[in-house]
């Protein structure tokens, strides 16, 4: 079975800070692929970031980018020089090796401070 | 980034109707897709896989005969809420992937209020 864990409920940066948001994961599968999704006020759910579990680098996207730490099953997700519209929940989610299955976190709310 | 539609995005309905939502694929074709639930301030749980062609795969806890699945083509899959109660009210999310891609592209969402 695959287990999401995220251990921050909330979370407050200050604007043009960076932040970490925190994801642990567990799973018995090799093969595999975490997300970080950010959900808005509006409920759409906005793809940040993929990482799977076989790439060596740590997989970046513009400001986003997420520390994979396998042998800690971690896969914290990084933002850099926060802005106000970064202000959601964001989701860590893992999907197992057959991408049948998709594991969602319990979410952070992240609020940005002018 | 690939398009992912939702139809309604929202609907209020009486006890004991059924709803139906749509999920379509825009501009690729979805070899699956995937039907989410999220209730407020929660996280989104899971509740089935479908394939296109088969039948859906039915996430432990969820009822089938409830909430019909249907993946009828590589660009549509519909979600059926039979006999909704006011407990099934809640936000529904679709998403689909195309094969040998990681990303799965999610709809807008379909909120749904049962009085």
């Known amino acids: 079975a695959q287990k999401i864990t995220q251990t921050q409920p909330g979370m407050f940066v200050q604007e043009k800070e960076a932040v970490t948001l925190d994801c642990t994961y567990d799973t018995s599968d090799q093969s595999y692929g975490l997300f970080w999704y950010k959900q808005p006020s509006s409920g759409e759910m906005i793809f940040l970031i993929y990482q799977g579990s076989y790439d060596e680098q740590n997989a970046t996207e513009g400001r986003y980018s997420l520390n994979f730490q396998k042998a800690r099953k971690s896969a914290n997700l990084v933002i850099s020089a926060s802005q106000l519209g970064d202000s959601a929940m964001y989701f860590c989610a893992m999907r197992d090796r057959s991408y049948q299955k998709v594991t969602f976190g319990t979410g952070t709310k992240l609020q940005v401070i002018p | 980034g690939a398009v992912v539609s939702q139809h309604p995005s929202w609907v209020i309905c009486k006890s004991g109707t059924s709803v139906k939502i749509e999920c379509r694929s825009l501009d690729f074709q979805a070899t699956t897709m995937f039907w989410y639930r999220q209730f407020p301030k929660q996280s989104l749980m899971l509740m089935a896989t479908?394939?296109?062609?088969?039948?859906?795969?039915?996430e432990q806890g969820v009822e089938k005969d409830k909430f019909l699945i249907n993946h009828a083509s590589l660009t549509l899959s519909t979600l059926t809420v039979t006999s909704a109660h006011p407990e099934d009210s809640s936000f529904y999310i679709c998403s689909a992937r195309f094969k040998d891609y990681n990303e799965q592209f999610f709809g807008p969402g379909t909120r749904l209020t049962v009085l």
């Open positions: 479908s394939n296109e062609g088969s039948k859906a795969t039915y």
